[in-house]
């Protein structure tokens, strides 16, 4: 059974551009959930989803940020006009219906806008 | 509002000592979960344990072993007999009710930097 998977693992971009970042969750995991981490910080909550519907967005999650989980099984995070403060590791993780608060994470991808 | 307080910014032990991470957490729900998670070099978060409120049984498995009181909102994590693969840096977070919808978010703690020396 594989775990989460989230491509790219890393990200350079410069500030102005669009990127877009991939998780494929844990098969029959019905539960997504994004999560940003800067350097030295704790994981930070953005958004989840529970099959397609995106039930929770942070206030972190601003204009330029948009997530989307069409299918209820792969999600994307878009970010437009990245900024420099965008900088960050962006985590996704998965839970299963059975097991809804036991959270599994990916390798996460590294963005960097210079 | 929740929120998770990590006051040990960094730890540096010996191998084979036991070392204590500290997690005090605030929330206003009856029902949370408490974790910990690992994050070693390479960076991808580990699920190590989880606990929720109505259970305030401290247990071990293998070395590492929990001590949840809610009478002082703190969940401290030991590591038993450390070794050099323990080193990284230890989250501590929590999940609640957030007033009825379900769970989701994890709200997590700065993190513990843990090095092991040999």
Request: hydrophobic share 30%; proline share 4%; glycine share 6%.
């Amino acid at each position: 059974d594989t775990g989460v998977s989230q491509d790219p693992r890393h990200k350079i971009t410069k500030r102005g551009q669009n990127v877009t970042f991939r998780c494929d969750p844990i098969s029959e995991h019905n539960r997504l959930y994004w999560y940003r981490q800067t350097l030295g910080q704790g994981p930070e909550f953005l958004t989840y989803f529970q099959n397609e519907a995106q039930l929770e967005k942070s206030r972190l999650l601003s204009d330029r940020f948009s997530a989307e989980r069409p299918k209820g099984s792969f999600s994307t995070l878009e970010i437009q006009r990245t900024e420099q403060g965008d900088s960050a590791m962006y985590l996704c993780a998965s839970s299963s219906p059975t097991s809804p608060h036991e959270q599994f994470f990916g390798p996460g991808t590294r963005l960097t806008v210079l | 509002a929740q929120k998770v307080t990590q006051a040990q910014t960094e730890i540096s032990v010996v191998e084979k000592e036991d070392v204590t991470l500290d997690c005090v957490y605030e929330t206003r729900d009856t029902t949370y979960y408490l974790f910990w998670y690992k994050q070693p070099p390479s960076g991808e978060l580990v699920f190590l344990i989880r606990r929720n409120s109505f259970d305030e049984q401290n247990e071990i498995s293998g070395r590492y072993s929990w001590n949840f009181q809610k009478s002082t909102s703190s969940f401290n994590f030991t590591i038993t007999a450390s070794q050099v693969v323990d080193s990284a840096v230890y989250f501590c977070a929590l999940s609640a009710n957030a007033g009825g919808t379900s769970y989701g978010k994890l709200t997590f703690g700065q993190g513990t930097i843990l090095t092991v020396h040999p």
